[in-house]
């Protein structure tokens, strides 16, 4: 009897938590809405298996001298993650419609509205006492709003690391699920015959273009050099 009770305390159910389990959970639904709907595979797989390895319970793989921890302090404390995944971005990215519809950068506007809207949430939440975020937290949350994850990321090791992630898990799972929360709105704000317009876009300039304007621009001194490389890596 001893010896099952030994066995039992030293297995992963006795020392599962309420919290292990919950993240598991929504760490395979990542998982299912990645490999079985499609919905952004190269996010919410990476996200999944993250989420499962880090609440194993009993491994502590994701604190002290575990593997995922000396991950985050080699790549996410030194900033070098965030910034390697802006030339991904830039690799992966077609500017041309934008630079031949330079209109278009106008939307890009809406993301900031997002910014400044969550930013004022989470201080009203903190204003009406139901959660207690400091203004750094607030800020890092608020970027979440941007709808870009190397920026949440970057700006919440910063500000906020101990939100990095919770907020880098909420960054990314809402952006994957685009698809999901899109069509509904789609539906509601056009048209059937709106919808079934094709765009032509017109021929673009080049995206040397990048070069000269990004360093005007860029307020993150760290990040220049990368500014400079993605329209390079962009045209292969």
């Known amino acids: 009897m001893e010896l099952f009770e030994q066995l039992w305390a030293g297995s992963g159910l006795a020392q599962i938590s309420l919290g292990q389990a919950a993240m598991i959970a929504v760490s395979l639904l990542l998982l299912y809405l990645a490999v079985a709907k499609k919905f952004e595979p190269l996010l919410l797989v990476t996200i999944g298996f993250g989420g499962l390895l880090s609440n194993i319970p009993g491994v502590e793989i994701a604190t002290g001298d575990g593997l995922l921890h000396l991950i985050y302090l080699i790549g996410i404390e030194t900033g070098a993650f965030p910034l390697l995944i802006f030339m991904g971005v830039g690799a992966m990215t077609d500017f041309g419609p934008v630079l031949a519809n330079p209109k278009t950068f106008l939307l890009g506007a809406a993301a900031q509205f997002g910014i400044f809207a969550t930013l004022l949430g989470a201080v009203a939440m903190s204003s009406l006492g139901w959660m207690e975020f400091s203004m750094s937290q607030a800020a890092a949350i608020g970027i979440i709003g941007g709808a870009d994850g190397p920026t949440a990321i970057f700006v919440a090791g910063k500000l906020a690391p101990e939100l990095l992630g919770a907020i880098a898990i909420a960054a990314y799972s809402y952006m994957a699920l685009v698809p999901i929360i899109q069509p509904p709105i789609m539906r509601a704000l056009t048209s059937e015959r709106e919808r079934a317009i094709e765009i032509e876009w017109p021929a673009a ?7 000269f304007i990004n360093p005007l621009v860029v307020s993150i001194p760290s990040t220049v050099p990368l500014f400079l490389l993605i ?6």
Request: glycine letters at 0%.
């Open 205 to 211: 300039t080049t995206p040397i273009f990048f070069v």
């Open 231 to 236: 329209p390079f890596t962009s045209q292969f």
